[in-house]
T-cell receptor, first 115, second 110 residues
Framework: EAQVTQNPRYLITVTGKKLTVTCSQNMNHEYMSWYRQDPGLGLRQIYYSMNVEVTDKGDVPEGYKVSRKEKRNFPLILESPSPNQTSLYFC??????????????FGQGTRLTVV | AQSVTQPDIHITVSEGASLELRCNYSYGATPYLFWYVQSPGQGLQLLLKYFSGDTLVQGIKGFEAEFKRSQSSFNLRKPSVHWSDAAEYFCAVGVGDMRFGAGTRLTVKP
């Protein structure tokens, strides 16, 4: 089954403790991205990757890191999480990147709470 | 400024009534247009998309959307809403990247 898998689904952590949210897709998609969803703000893009070893900042990259060493995986790293990073995070992938003219497939989301 | 606007934060309709969710965009060229639905606790699922051609597009679950270039709009419609349609709906545009509106939460009254 074609899917985007995020782990974990729920995470509660403390300020400053490094964490990684994994994302994996099995569709051989070139383009992957991370979003955060906050009430009233919709989805805002954190980082995206056009292909292996190619990543770039989205609208809200501060406090986040990503890497794309393999086509299928695109982990999101919070080196020193802070409470303002408490949010619902989504990973997405699509076949082509720019222009964005293909359907994006989304993971189930990761609800992160930083206390 | 480039933007995607969903003017209605929350809409309540009665089951069986018609529905229209509004979406306006502000970009120089006609972008690729999408509607996604997010059910509680779920990721986003594509309802429909518009790339070119016929301005009225049909999607899944009985939804349709009409692209109006003169109004820079891409409104989502459904003739008769079901209780299972209660969800959050996101309009998105593809302009080199995917940009989302803030979302419209739909509540369906019995």
């Amino acid at each position: 089954e074609a899917q985007v898998t995020q782990n974990p689904r729920y995470l509660i952590t403390v300020t400053g403790k490094k964490l990684t949210v994994t994302c994996s897709q099995n569709m051989n998609h070139e383009y992957m991205s991370w979003y955060r969803q906050d009430p009233g703000l919709g989805l805002r893009q954190i980082y995206y990757s056009m292909n292996v070893e190619v990543t770039d900042k989205g609208d809200v990259p501060e406090g986040y890191k990503v890497s794309r060493k393999e086509k299928r995986n695109f982990p999101l790293i919070l080196e020193s999480p802070s409470p303002n990073q408490t949010s619902l995070y989504f990973c997405a992938s699509s076949l082509y990147g720019q222009p964005m003219n293909t359907e994006a497939f989304f993971g189930q989301g990761t609800r992160l709470t930083v206390v | 400024a480039q933007s995607v606007t969903q003017p209605d934060i929350h809409i309540t309709v009665s089951e069986g009534a018609s529905l229209e969710l509004r979406c306006n965009y502000s970009y120089g060229a006609t972008p690729y247009l999408f509607w996604y639905v997010q059910s509680p606790g779920q990721g986003l699922q594509l309802l429909l998309k518009y790339f070119s051609g016929d301005t009225l597009v049909q999607g899944i679950k009985g939804f349709e959307a009409e692209f109006k270039r003169s109004q820079s709009s891409f409104n989502l419609r459904k003739p008769s809403v079901h209780w299972s349609d209660a969800a959050e709906y996101f309009c998105a545009v593809g302009v080199g990247d995917m940009r989302f509106g803030a979302g419209t939460r739909l509540t369906v009254k019995p």
